[in-house]
């Protein structure tokens, strides 16, 4: 998959869980023989999906995770439809950081410790509200 959003081009070592080869390598067997066209099908991607009338979501990713602007995308994504979302970024956190048991190991793997604050962008502006 060549179309590929920003966190996921830069992805290296650094993301350790989950490195840009891997979600490429993911993409591949999951989809084969899919070019980018193809992987923009809604019932594939949920970003290229109609996302009316859907419940309030959380997305939270940490910086380290090359799937993060999926989450910031789908977030924006999710407003705009209509729908409430809550964004939390939290700064280190690699991908799955989320369900990495606290303690010296996952502090030691650049995971965010549980307890800490995450890193929030701001809420985007609604329609019509001055800049």
Do not use: C, I, Y
């Not at 350790?16 to 066209?37: I, K, W």
């Amino acid at each position: 998959m060549e179309a590929r959003s920003p966190s996921r081009r830069f992805a290296d070592h650094a993301t350790l869980v989950l490195p840009g080869h891997g979600v490429r390598g993911f993409v591949a067997n999951a989809f084969p023989g899919l070019d980018d066209e193809q992987l923009r099908n809604p019932s594939l991607s949920p970003l290229f999906a109609k996302l009316d009338n859907l419940p309030p979501a959380l997305f939270t990713a940490g910086t380290l995770d090359p799937l993060l602007h999926d989450s910031l995308f789908m977030s924006a994504h999710w407003q705009v439809a209509g729908n409430h979302a809550d964004l939390d970024v939290w700064p280190d956190g690699v991908h799955g950081f989320t369900t990495r048991p606290p303690g010296p190991a996952a502090l030691s793997s650049s995971t965010s410790p549980p307890g800490s604050t995450p890193v929030s962008p701001p809420d985007p502006p609604t329609a019509g509200a001055p800049p």
